[in-house]
């Protein structure tokens, strides 16, 4: 048996792999497979709808937000979110929470006038600075509410009349949380909602005003809203896959519980790095990732053979991201419980024998 | 039995569909789904590289050439392409040959200057408009390959020292083409390729020149190649099916097999409508699409229950494009002889009890 650690694509339950397995030989009986019908079809428009339902429900949120499934990943969200919302001579305020939040910042830039209102860069990305103040002329708030590659999560958002907008890929429907206080809010599929292929966009209606730029027709929100989120050939099979997630994610018992499971596991991870000083962990312990734990064995030769250790044992996706370094934990929702335990086992032991 | 005549989505190798359920469950043995493994991984690294190289293979392309696997389907290439390639002061050509096409000069308006060099709007793109000059001072010539909506085909290339560009989504591997006399030909996945989810570009690399215009990085062909496909996370799964696929052409007999079996099908199906002067065409006979065969009967209520009876047969996908109409059989790499052998007997007997 494998524990899946990755960073994204990452672990997916068992049950949605098996009913993808069967939907791309026979979907739902019907003599194709789900790759094979179109995207018009009364087959596949039932998927699409269904998803972006799931969305809202577990996002709690009423008909003044629209739900998209769109293509690219959250990379392509750096470029869409300022075209469809910042003019050139307007100003848009981002945090540079991480590499991403960093990246959206650059990207923006190409559009409007960015104010980078908070960084954390001076101490690597290991808190997340929440001391700022934010002018009223910034058209929104751009923050990545958790960094996969750094191993922080913001756990209150910042109380401004400014429009909040989040890049929410590596904890989307992992915890409860308002997300009506956001204008706008995306995240590519891959970590909790299912495989690489397809990001979604929930959007407040009323936040997408005319804009003086004219944006490409593929890369407007409002015609993808006009669209049914079916303007262009959608990712077929990876929206179904991210329908079943969502399905899985109701039936177990909505965020509620996936915030249960997901605190029972980064609480067993991060107690077992603070009992053992052989692992460090640099991220400020109140801006500490559920999702991502990143930490260290100072020596490297060490580090390695842990790393090797892990590979071994059949744990995968636990090395560092490649500018960081290190070791990375992944923990999300699909994750259980029994990999976290096998891994805190595996640290234990190897403290032991290696101290 | 279902015969799969979808326009795209469309019909896939059964021995695809099993692969690829198979490798959800476990790929290539080693615990973990394909939808699971990390992008930058040695298990996924290696699909990339051999879907790349069987595309140049394909087209016997050498290393003048870059394969890049995008994601966003031809329509974000509508804009792509002018992104990459065009000033705002310089001039594009651009034939006007279907909807589609249409559709790729609109967007490139937007980076440019667009000259529609030849259309064939006047008859309702039933044929393909070759009588046409262009000016030296165009950057590109763009045409779309096959129509997929109008059922018409280019099968000769204009002589032209303008770098040609083609949308080959509805056509690519159907036939054995010179694909060495495009300087960039792009291709949504979910015809001839694979499911939808992934778009193909195969660009000649010194056609990518500096331009003014400074491009979102995500956009940015050249930050694609220096990345190898892999700027982002790809549409893995989408990716390892056009793998799949791709394998099964080359095992098949390549481009050569492909073209002798489309060949076969399209005759067979045109003659069916020649033969029988109760179905109607309008494309012109030199220009007939091998891929898409776009047919009606003149009276709409016959016309109907002819497509009630397809859909009594378990015939998928032959009613016309909302904006045409009528009845359209799609005939893609992997649909066999026998569903068009079905639909021919089905024509027959049709206009045996209704003529």
Redesign the interface.
Same mark, same amino acid.
């Given at each position: /048996?494998?524990h =899946?650690f =990755?960073?994204?694509?990452?672990?997916?339950p068992k049950v949605v792999? @098996?009913q993808?397995? *069967?939907a !791309? +030989?026979d979907f739902n009986g +019907?003599? !194709?497979?789900i790759? @094979? #019908?179109?995207?018009r079809s009364p087959w596949f428009v039932p998927v699409m709808e269904e998803a972006r339902a799931i969305v809202k429900e577990l996002m709690q949120l009423d008909d003044s937000y629209e739900v998209l499934f769109l *293509?690219?990943?959250?990379?392509?969200q750096?470029?869409q979110v300022p075209?469809n919302l910042l003019d050139n001579n307007q100003s848009a305020a981002y945090c540079d929470d991480g590499v991403w939040g960093s $990246?959206a910042a $650059? @990207?923006a830039s !190409?559009f409007g006038k960015v104010n980078v209102v908070a960084s954390s860069k001076d101490k690597n990305y290991t808190y997340i600075n929440k001391d700022f103040a934010i002018g009223a002329e910034n058209k929104y708030l751009h923050l990545t509410s958790n960094n996969t590659v750094e191993g922080t999560q913001w756990f209150s958002f910042p109380e401004t009349e400014v429009p909040l907008i989040a890049d929410m890929s590596s904890d989307i429907f992992s915890r409860e949380i308002p997300f009506n206080k956001f204008s706008l809010i995306y995240a590519?599929a *891959?970590k909790n909602m299912g495989?690489?292929?397809?990001t979604v966009v929930v959007v407040k209606k009323d936040f997408l005003q005319n804009l003086q730029r004219?944006v490409?027709? +593929?890369?407007d929100y409002r015609k993808h809203i006009d669209a049914g989120s079916l /303007? =262009?050939? &959608? &990712? #077929? !099979?990876?929206v179904y +896959?991210a329908l079943l997630t969502l399905r899985w994610i109701k039936k177990e018992g909505g965020l509620k519980e996936m915030e249960r499971r997901s605190l029972q596991k980064s609480t067993l991870l991060y107690n077992t790095i603070d009992s053992l000083p052989f692992f460090k962990t640099y991220v400020a312990k109140e801006d500490r990732s559920r999702m991502n734990a990143v930490f260290f064995i100072e020596d490297e030769a060490l580090q390695n053979k842990f790393l090797d250790e892990c590979k071994e044992n059949?744990m #995968?996706?636990v090395k560092g991201y490649r500018t960081v370094g290190g070791i990375r934990v992944s923990m999300y929702n699909a994750l259980a419980l029994e990999s976290v335990k096998a891994i805190c086992n595996l640290m234990k032991e190897f403290a032991a024998n290696n101290g």
């Open positions: /048996m494998k =899946n =990755n960073s994204g694509p990452s672990v997916l792999l @098996e993808t397995a *069967q !791309l +030989i +019907i003599g !194709l497979s790759a @094979e #019908v179109g995207h *293509q690219g990943g959250a990379t392509t750096f470029m075209m $990246k $650059k @990207e !190409l590519g *891959q495989a690489a292929g397809v004219t490409p027709t +593929i890369m /303007m =262009n050939t &959608p &990712p #077929v !099979l990876a +896959i059949g #995968v996706g």
